[in-house]
């Protein structure tokens, strides 16, 4: 969303006092893509990944990616007591019976990632809590701002990151310590090397995994050569 259709977004919208970390997430209602009635604080116990998409995005690099990586996460998870929650901001549109069909498409399991929607003033209430701005431009397109949220098992905001730019597993290591499970040796491996990435001028955003093998490997290729060499000149 560009500067000038946040603006009008932002003025146009009745205000909501936005939620801050510590804040509990109000009891809205909600529904999920099983046509089940719910709300957030019902998922108390477990830790929670949200973020805002609608089925209708025909951007991939907006709606879809979020998806994607939400995906990732879903095989990631493990035994975490963490849960995805996906709210569409195109209620009228996406049904519980749309949301299902949009889930299955990303193999979303429903015993760990929720797709919700629920009435517009809900959604709406909803979405400028967690400071979300939204923008009808013509008829199934709208412009909103992108977010991914890590709640707390207590229903309470931890942590907003702005944008689409996080990584899964930047986004479940936050998540698991507002859960209170120790991240995995790979991800603080991962959250290590983007510091130090990040450190010497490389780009923000946490390194993938892919990424984080190509290092290992540079790594123990170049501990190798410098034990081979220490070996030859002590003959």
């Excluded at 946040?6 to 919208?13: D, F, G, H, T, W």
């Excluded at 009745?14 to 089940?36: C, E, M, N, W």
Aim: proline share 6%; net charge neutral.
């Amino acid at each position: 969303m560009n500067a000038l259709t946040l603006a009008i977004a932002l003025a146009v919208a009745v205000y909501v006092p936005a939620l801050q970390p510590g804040d509990t997430v109000p009891a809205i209602p909600l529904v999920d893509q099983s046509g089940h009635a719910f709300s957030i604080a019902q998922l108390r116990g477990d830790a929670v990944v949200l973020s805002f998409i609608y089925t209708r995005c025909a951007d991939p690099q907006m709606c879809p990616l979020v998806s994607s990586k939400f995906e990732r996460m879903q095989h990631m998870l493990g035994a975490a007591p963490v849960r995805l929650l996906e709210i569409t901001l195109d209620p009228q549109f996406d049904t519980p019976r749309v949301l299902r069909a949009y889930g299955r498409a990303y193999g979303a399991q429903p015993n760990r990632w929720t797709l919700a929607t629920g009435a517009p003033a809900s959604i709406d209430e909803l979405a400028a809590r967690m400071g979300i701005a939204t923008q009808w431009t013509r008829p199934g397109t709208l412009v909103h701002t992108e977010a991914a949220i890590v709640l707390d098992r207590q229903g309470r905001l931890v942590q907003t990151i702005d944008g689409n730019a996080w990584t899964p597993e930047q986004l479940l290591t936050v998540a698991r310590e507002a859960a209170g499970a120790e991240p995995s040796p790979l991800a603080r491996v991962m959250l290590w090397l983007t510091a130090a990435v990040e450190s010497c001028g490389g780009s923000r955003g946490a390194v993938n995994a892919w990424e984080v093998l190509a290092i290992l490997l540079l790594l123990s290729g170049g501990i190798s050569a410098l034990l081979f060499r220490a070996v030859r000149s002590t003959r």
